[in-house]
């Protein structure tokens, strides 16, 4: 029976428990695309990553990222706890604090800063691409997620990979309380060909911009603790709406303080266009082997 070897990472904290958890499955060459499929469907966890051999001669390997459902082209924080898993595991080295992750969305650039625990990686995000704005959703969605949405900007569907509908709320506390109803907000997630709601309130003061929470039920995630690629496209939503200024163009974002957690992303304005690095740091949690 084959063995591989298969690290549980949380990403977007230094502290065990506290992050968002990818598996990963270390030097997966020889695994077809089935049984990915039937290992992320088995951990169940929102996303499991499986490591390949890169096909460009610098730094670099591949990762195909799958949900318990199906394969996506991008996600933020299975990019930093895979990368994580490479550097811990010796698979491959940087070159002056840089490799590339070949994946579904194209070559993207990881830049890393320290060792060990305080590690730091942050990954050149996919552009977020507009979707479309949808007005008319604000009554439906202030039902469904119980508390009134903001009256502007409308709600906002961007894509880097998954696509999420961004739902500004005026207060923190709104987006703290939030108990949404998840069976019509999948019905919702489907209709309009999303990944699901990124619901955020922007923060004045203190350590923290953006107050996030993320919700998937249509994926199979009813919510996700932190999740990279929301926060990789939230600065082309406030790019799209003139709201940077509200941000700066370096902040960090907090996410599932209401799960237990303490995820907190650091993001990185690259352009006029809202393009972003994200990042954070990630420990393992479960260290070991595979077979299948």
Known sequence: MPTYRFKQVDAFTSRPLFGNPVAVVL???????????????????????????PSVPRPAYRLRIFTPTHELPFAGHPTIGSCHAVLESGVVAPADGRLVQECGAGNLSIRIEGDGPERHIGVEAPEAKLMGEYPELRPRLTDILGAP????????AFR?????????FEKESDVAGLKPDMSPLAALSADH???GVAAFALLDGGEFAVHIRCFAPAAGVPEDPVTGSANAALPAYLVHHGLLDRTGRAYVATQ??????DGRVPVRVLDE????????????????????
């Open 27 to 53: 030097e997966a060459d020889t695994l077809s695309a089935e049984q990915m499929r039937r290992i992320a469907n088995w951990t169940n966890l929102s996303e499991t990553t499986f490591v390949l051999k």
């Open 149 to 156: 949405v903001a009256q502007t900007p409308p709600p906002t």
């Open 160 to 168: 880097n990979g998954p696509t999420w509908l961004f739902v500004r």
């Open 193 to 195: 060909r999303g990944t």
């Open 256 to 261: 599932a303080t209401e799960m237990g957690r």
């Open 273 to 292: 266009t809202g393009r972003a690095e994200i990042g954070g740091q990630a420990v393992t949690v479960i260290d070991g082997e595979i077979s299948i």
